[in-house]
């Protein structure tokens, strides 16, 4: 993957796979250059077999072929910048959910660049209208946040967070607040 | 500053364009975006379909979603169309330029792009 932007659009896919209403993406850079992304749900979780196995690339849910990529190369983007990948998961009837943490220095020559995270954002927001999002990006110097729950609260019951023209607004909210810190 | 409040008239806006939307958005544009699909490109296909569709003034007619692996992934990024009475046509290794011609010929001038469509790589 190009961007980092990417793998967080890929694996955010599998909270909405496991039948999430609320997923949180945060995006955390610390003053040192360290980058913590958080991807958190509320969805089935997986077994601790299925924990275990999901980094590796030869083990996948699905059923048409024997390859699943997805959290390999999130891993690996990790892995090579000098962070980690750990993920924990639950299935309990209360609390269960997933939460993947993912650690990467920025400073590294192989760090791979975050790139168009509002793009992605944006997709993910379109493919699941009706799921809760939760996206932070904090920086000493700047601070971003879009809850969906939010603005489905103001557009009502009958207007698709996935309208073009709700998606032209939540793009242009957040570029705003990009650049206006 | 983007406001709550402008969100509101956005949503004023479209309950008046409900009403007559009856049998509109037939036709579906359907963008791979598993793995495979995301890195090999189809972030930007898809948001110059949806830019595109909207400029063209076909957000009536036209409505562009997400699907996972469709199970030829050396061709992505695969976009399938879907129009009411007519076969699917599926367009392979797409990139934003080639989406934005099959909105102009496809999408408006109802002409399939050929050269573009997964029968003429094959």
New interface residues.
């Given amino acids: ?1 190009k961007e980092l932007s ?1 793998n967080i ?2 694996v955010a ?1 599998n909270s909405v796979t496991a039948g999430a209403s609320k997923i949180e993406i945060s995006l955390v850079t610390d003053a040192e250059g360290m980058l913590a992304l958080t991807i958190k749900d509320d969805g089935c979780g997986m077994s601790e077999e299925t924990v275990r196995n999901v980094t590796n690339p030869f083990y996948t849910t ?1 059923t ?1 072929r024997k390859v ?3 959290l390999p ?1 999130l891993k690996l983007a990790a892995e090579q910048s000098g962070g980690e990948l750990v993920i924990s998961s639950s299935r309990d009837e209360i609390t269960h959910g997933t939460e993947l943490i993912a650690t990467f220095n920025t400073k590294s020559i192989d760090f791979t660049p975050v790139g ?1 995270i509002i ?2 954002v944006c ?1 993910l927001i ?2 699941s209208p009706e799921i809760d999002f939760v996206f932070t990006d904090v920086t000493p110097e700047r601070s971003v946040s879009l809850n969906t729950a ?2 489905r609260a ?3 019951d ?2 698709s967070l996935a ?7 939540i793009s ?2 957040l570029k ?1 607040q990009y650049v ?1 810190q | ?2 406001s ?1 409040a ?3 008239a ?2 004023e ?3 008046n364009k ?1 009403n007559i939307r009856e049998g509109a958005n037939s036709t579906r544009v359907v963008v791979g ?4 699909g ?2 090999a490109g189809a ?1 930007p296909v ?2 110059a379909f ?1 830019e595109e ?2 400029k063209a003034g076909l ?1 009536e007619k036209v409505t ?3 699907t ?2 469709i ?1 030829i992934c050396q061709y992505e990024p695969v976009v399938e169309i879907f129009e009411e009475g007519k076969d699917k046509v599926t367009y392979v290794k797409l990139t934003a330029e080639k989406a934005a011609e099959i909105v102009e010929k496809h999408l408006k001038g109802g002409k399939v792009v050929d050269e573009y469509t997964i029968g003429s790589v094959q």
């Fill in positions: 993957m990417l659009l890929d896919k699905r048409t699943g990529m997805g190369l168009d793009s992605s997709i379109a493919g939010e603005l103001v557009l009502g009958d207007i309208e073009p023209e709700v998606q032209t607004w242009e909210y705003e206006s | 500053m983007k709550l402008e969100l509101a956005i949503r806006k479209m309950q409900v975006m598993a793995t495979c995301i890195a972030r898809l948001n949806v569709i909207s957000n562009v979603t997400q996972g692996c199970g």
